[in-house]
Nanobody, 121 residues
Framework: QLQLVESGGGLVQPGGSLRLSCAAS????????LGWFRQAPGKEREEVSCISSSEDSAYYADSVRDRFTISRDNAKNTIYLQMNSLKPEDTAVYYC??????????????WGQGTQVTVSS
């Protein structure tokens, strides 16, 4: 049974950094695109970033481009999201996802349980 477990969330001051991790079990991530979504209170869930299975392409939402970096370590069956220069509007629950395809053009198929990120002074 596939499980995606996020970690690394927490409280950080504006301008700070966090690194989210998502470890997969029961499944090999090698052949699938992986991504991060987030949902802030009262808002719809939005796609933050995605990386293809071959790592030859990555997508970033305009709101996080140049601040966030997605990466994957297939040997560890883990996906990461490095978040720098955090802003209060980045506050949300962050979910890692496994897409149903090798590219980011497909939609997410499996979801983690989410990890809270709060950016506040």
């Amino acid at each position: 049974q596939l499980q995606l477990v996020e970690s690394g969330g927490g409280l950080v001051q504006p301008g700070g950094s966090l690194r989210l991790s998502c470890a997969a079990s029961g499944f090999t991530l090698d052949y699938y695109a992986l991504g991060w979504f987030r949902q802030a209170p009262g808002k719809e869930r939005e796609e933050v970033s995605c990386i293809s299975s071959s790592e030859d392409s990555a997508y970033y939402a305009d709101s996080v481009r140049d601040r966030f970096t997605i990466s994957r370590d297939n040997a560890k069956n883990t996906i990461y999201l490095q978040m720098n220069s955090l802003k209060p509007e980045d506050t949300a629950v962050y979910y890692c996802t496994l897409f149903g395809s090798q590219s980011c053009r497909g939609g997410p198929r499996y979801w983690g349980q989410g990890t809270q990120v709060t950016v506040s002074s």
